[in-house]
């Protein structure tokens, strides 16, 4: 059997703050296999962007990580930093949300690509300067010679995505990481940087990690979906099922506040996240779930199979058998 990718175990996260421990991530376990797209979708604070910064290596000092993180088998947690920096930007690389502030705004475009080409190469500059110039064309950008040695500021948003894409595909890394690459822009360009997502996955046969709060992109892009909530996974499953056949009140509660023509008002989740100072005890969604009973403040709920999706809810086949009557 082929390792995967990318394989997390019981990823714990904290970051310590003047009231305590917040717990961000707690106990989060999956695996991204060659060539599959998994969409991590959830509120915002349920962990995704934190989880994956922790594979990347990028959270502060002061963070406290546990559990195990492998690309291709390489242990990555307790690595030293120079292990993870070599690593990072080669094997695994990441496309952050807001490309105004990833790129340097002092520093040309093609310059930007071209560091970090030589950061993992043994290249010449010159043949470091002409590779980032085919990487700019490869992702769409127009004139990519002149554009090369141009700033930031004068890309539009979608270029600028664009050249952040360019830069973190430079070394066909094993594993992409989209974090919300699209929120920014408007309908038309996310359409457009979303093509380019898949046609990089498809060229460099990488498997991507595609974080969003967008289930319509979700249910466009991915093989896979993994719901997350307070720091855990809630739901994971192929899309199809996912979305036809959600078994987690959480999931429920997320696609029917989905905006729908036919439907004058929107149905929100009650409620907010929880405080991961102090998380609730068992179920964190409980305190928003309509189906809620006091079996659910027991343990908290790990993933199962039900059918054929994964769910951390105790009362899945009584809510199950509740929504078919």
């Known amino acids: 059997m082929t390792l995967p990718v990318l394989s997390v175990r019981d990823l714990h ?24 797209l998994l969409g991590i979708v959830g509120e915002s604070g349920s962990g995704k962007s934190v989880t994956f910064l922790a594979v990347m290596g990028l959270l502060p000092r002061s963070a406290i990580v546990s559990g195990s993180i492998k690309i291709g088998g390489q242990e990555l947690v307790g690595a030293p930093p120079d292990e993870v920096r070599k690593v990072r930007g080669k094997r695994v690389a990441m496309i952050f949300q807001d ?17 970090m080409i030589l950061a993992h190469q043994d290249i010449s500059n010159d043949e470091a300067n002409a590779k980032a110039v085919e990487l700019l064309d490869r992702v769409g950008i127009p004139q990519p010679d002149v554009r090369a040695r141009q700033y930031p500021h004068e890309f539009s948003g979608g270029m600028r995505q664009r050249a952040v894409i360019a830069i973190a595909i430079a ?14 822009l408007d309908t038309t360009v996310q359409a457009q940087i979303l093509d380019v997502v ?19 992109v979700v249910a466009r892009v991915a093989d ?6 307070a720091g855990r996974v809630t739901e994971r499953g192929e899309a199809h099922d996912i979305f036809m056949r959600p ?34 005890s068992g179920c964190a969604f409980r305190i928003r779930c309509t189906y809620a009973t006091e079996v659910c403040a027991g343990e908290i709920p790990e993933l199962k199979p039900y059918g054929a999706i994964e769910t951390a809810c105790v009362r899945v086949e009584e809510i199950a058998a509740e929504v078919m009557a």
């Open 99 to 115: 490309p105004l502030t990833a790129l340097n705004p002092v520093h040309r475009v093609g310059a930007q690509v071209v560091e």
């Open 198 to 216: 898949q046609q990089v996955q498809h060229e460099l046969g990488s498997a991507v990690a595609f974080i969003t709060h967008d289930l319509g």
């Open 247 to 280: 078994t987690h009140p959480y999931t429920r509660g997320l696609l029917n506040s989905l905006p729908d023509i036919n439907v004058e008002r929107l149905v929100p989740i009650p409620g907010a996240p929880p405080n991961m100072l102090r998380p609730p």
């Open 13 to 36: 996260v904290s970051f310590p703050t003047q009231d305590g421990l917040v717990q961000a991530v707690r106990g989060v376990s999956f695996d991204i296999s060659e060539h599959e």
């Open 224 to 229: 896979r979906v993994q719901v997350m909530y």
């Open 171 to 184: 070394n066909s890394p094993e594993i992409l990481i989209a974090d919300e690459p699209t929120t920014a």
